[in-house]
């Protein structure tokens, strides 16, 4: 899977148990095992409508207006909370139907929505290396 799939998580399990569908985004490449992912919402609650990085939005988030990178409405890319998940646990839902692929962002989108999520404030620390890094991949995959 590569940085910037959009997958459609029919089972996605949020921090607090909760289960339901969602679509998420990959931000790496998976080479330490686990992708990082951070999940989209199409409700705007109070979110600004400005294409692109809304830092200080609550929550940060990146806008994406309705028919642009794939997604069919207005889309946020909520950038408080990353999701860790390990490769045979998206095989497996994979195999089961339970992920599927639904698009993949480009590399210059991609870079602008880890460039805004590496600004959050609400990134634990223990993903921000790793943001970076995907980051720096890019650069050097765009070179």
Known sequence: MTPGTV?????????DGEVAKKLIVVLNDGTDGNYLTVKTTSQE??????????INDFPPNYYLPENSCG????????????????????LAKKQNVI???????????LQEILLCAMDS?????QF???LCAANDNLSVLSK
């Open 128 to 130: 921000l290396d790793r």
């Open 7 to 15: 997958l459609l998580d029919k089972q996605f399990r949020f921090k």
């Open 71 to 90: 997604f069919l409405g207005d889309t946020w890319i909520l950038l408080e909370e990353v999701y860790e998940l390990d490769l045979p646990s998206i």
């Open 121 to 125: 404030q609400d990134i634990a620390q």
């Open 99 to 109: 992920v599927e692929v639904k698009d993949c962002l480009s590399k210059e989108l």
């Open 45 to 54: 609650k109070k979110k600004n409508r400005k294409p692109g990085c809304q």
